[in-house]
């Protein structure tokens, strides 16, 4: 029965802001183990504001969400904790400037995790062979590129071996060259079998990664939907006018 359990569950989550801004307005989602869930929507739809919501960047104010069937927003709960289990990559990279491509890499796991630095330097030099960044371990962040940045990024978040990545624009800051590499990453581990939220404006990246598309706006999910019916057919008036705004590439999902 324990794989019924969805990996992450938000049930009614009400955000509200000091100002009376209501940021999620009773927002409900269960999303399974190794799924994909691309969020898309208009700019201050509550996108980024439902990622930060799951490790506990933003606390709500109503509703709940749980993790592999445990509530986390009850009073006592170890943020940190829950971080380890559920990574974060930001559209900013926040790289340590002062620290090299491994420093960086070592911090959290060595400091948070107390992993061995030697277990830790072997994960490392793994993951950066995989996001193709081998030979750049003892470089500082400002020798790299910004999709360079990104992926040591992405590459520090699974440091921890979270059980979910969460994704925030992770390229809007990019070069349009730059993206491609990044995508690249993801679709990898996409086909892996990470459990990942992505908020993205990439559509046509939602549409080749996305198991399942979220379009939110004003605070709400409109509409849930697999990507070959979200992109040809939005049942919602505002998802088709949000789509009506784009202009499409051909692309394959990462299934095929």
Not at 108 to 131: D, F, G, H
Not at 156 to 175: G, K, N
Not at 231 to 241: G, I
């Amino acid at each position: 029965m324990g794989a019924l359990v969805p990996t992450v569950s938000l049930k009614d989550v009400v955000k509200t802001y000091s100002n009376g801004h209501e940021a999620l307005r009773g927002v409900s989602l269960d999303v399974s183990r190794s799924e994909v869930v691309g969020i898309v929507g208009p700019s201050g739809c509550g996108k980024s504001t439902l990622l930060r919501t799951v490790n506990g960047l933003e606390p709500i104010q109503g509703g709940s969400i749980a993790l592999d069937g445990e509530i986390i927003t009850v009073p006592g709960t170890s943020w940190p904790a829950i971080r380890a289990k559920v990574g974060m990559v930001f559209q900013k990279y926040d790289l340590f400037p002062h620290l090299t491509v491994m420093g960086n890499l070592l911090l959290a796991p060595t400091k948070v995790a107390k992993v061995s630095k030697a277990e830790a330097r072997s994960r490392a030099l793994a993951l950066l062979e995989r996001v193709g960044l081998a030979d750049r371990a003892d470089d500082l962040p400002r020798q790299l590129s910004g999709g360079q940045q990104q992926r040591v990024a992405i590459v520090r978040a699974l440091m921890m071996e979270p059980e979910v990545l969460l994704l925030d624009e992770i390229t809007a800051s990019l070069d349009p060259e730059m993206v491609r590499e990044v995508l690249d990453v993801v679709l990898g581990l996409a086909r892996d079998g990470m459990t990942m939220l992505i908020v993205t404006h990439e559509m046509d990246f939602a549409r080749a990664i996305a198991d399942r598309i979220i379009f939110m706006d004003e605070g709400k999910i409109v509409e849930v939907a697999p990507p070959s019916r979200f992109f040809t057919a939005p049942e919602s008036p505002r998802a088709q006018q949000f789509l009506n705004t784009f202009t499409f590439q051909e692309v394959h999902h990462h299934d095929e």
